[in-house]
């Protein structure tokens, strides 16, 4: 049964983010936008997501934090990239201390840019995760390795 | 006819507290100026959790929480059997104690921490829930739920500080606000939700399972007080978890420390009053 696409729980990190798209996350919550009526729950605990949202970029600092949390995540997982830093490094992308995209690091399944994103590409960014999401369930159902990325 | 009861429990149960958990996030949204998920969300969650990939911390903390589920059922069946109410108490506890095990069985500071405060939640309602057993006893001269339900009076009027007692702890029996220390509903990346932190896919299922259990169990408690009048029950029952929800939504979580101490001079006090009036004056 597809309850996956349901029930997609969230677990947002900021990497090295200016705080414009965490900020953006967080709109997302309130009762303006609310994510809760797609069953979008922000946990706050990898073990228990489904969506790993990710803002900001990587840098030396942060990349065993983002494998780390990426590892506790059970299959089937999608990574989402919020911002275009999280997407390529943006403006940052330059600096000697950043390394670029969050896919430096993880398989980035779905890419949202925008600088700062928008709730309304943030909920139809999470929308086309869960397409993925749902993909991943129906590979491991059938018996196949999730983490092919699609 | 007694098993059939516990058999329809075992059965109905989950579906009666998945949907009123439903109902209950759909109204706190509501509460707070938002659209709320549907209805059916708790079962689309628990469907989910079922769906994920079992990753395991340590191999006993599924044993444990399996036994808290059972548990949680088998108290549940006993008291909607009629059975004896001492021994649904006791069963209770000990399917807590085993979710506490559970947490501890991760070697996590956070589910350390859940742990602890799920204790101390054990601590503070235990003893009036052993006082209203022993309430219903001495209004009713008997243990058993089945007698109970069928004393003709209303038990309100017998016992209302006992049944006061049991709503102040009821706030922390469904893990509402002010009294949600060891686990809510809303507080997901606080440390109040760390007894579940190590718990994922169908284990963390099993919590949700539980609980819902449980919620049935909890207002089948405090139909007894009204258990005379079938009507007026479900009206008193239903009125209780509504405000229950408000109180949630209108008061912000106290510290540990406070909810120990109020909780015990609250229960013990209005108890205690309840208890001595009864004897002296012999349920009249
Ligand atoms: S994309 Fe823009 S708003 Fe978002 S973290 Fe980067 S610089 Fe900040």
Known sequence: MAYMKRSPWIIHYDGSSCNGCDIEVLACLTPLYDVERFGIINTGNPKHADIFVVTGSVNEQNRQVIRNIYDQMPEPKVVAALGICACSGGVFRECYNVEGGMDQVIPVDVYIPGCPVRPEQIIDGVVRALGVLEEKRARMAAGENAEVTA | ?284
């Open chain 2, 1 to 284: 006819m007694n098993v059939l009861y516990a058999i329809a429990f075992l059965v109905l149960a989950p579906l009666l507290g998945g949907l009123i958990a439903g109902i209950d996030r759909k109204l706190t949204a509501r509460m707070q100026g938002r659209v709320g998920p549907p209805v059916l969300q708790p079962f689309y969650d628990v469907g989910k959790l079922l769906e994920k990939e079992h990753a395991i911390v340590a191999i006993s903390q599924n044993f444990f929480v399996l036994a808290y589920l059972v548990f949680i059922a088998f108290s549940g069946a006993i008291f909607f059997a009629g059975g004896d109410l001492l021994l649904v108490v006791f069963a209770l506890t000990l399917a807590h104690v085993l979710l506490v095990l559970g947490a501890f069985a991760a070697t996590s500071p956070y589910s350390f921490i859940g742990a602890e405060r799920e204790l101390i939640q054990l601590m503070a309602y235990e003893p009036m829930v052993v006082l209203a057993a022993a309430g219903f006893y001495i209004a009713t001269g008997s243990f058993s739920v089945s007698e109970i339900a069928a004393f003709p009076r209303p038990l309100i009027v017998l016992l209302p500080g006992i049944f006061v007692g049991l709503f102040y702890v009821l706030t922390m029996k469904l893990r509402k606000s002010p009294f949600d220390i060891a686990t809510s509903h809303h507080a997901h990346q606080e440390i109040v939700k760390g007894v579940t932190t190590e718990f994922s896919g169908s284990t963390l299922g099993m919590v949700e399972v539980a609980h819902w259990y449980e919620t049935v169990f909890l207002l089948g408690l405090f139909w007894l007080f009204f258990a005379w009048s079938p009507v007026i029950a479900v009206i008193a029952v239903a009125i209780l978890y509504l405000a229950e929800i408000f109180i949630d939504n209108a008061t912000a979580r106290v510290k540990w420390g406070f909810a120990l101490r109020s909780i015990w001079a609250v229960t013990l006090v209005l108890s205690a009053l309840n208890l001595f009036a009864l004897q002296f004056f012999g349920g009249l």
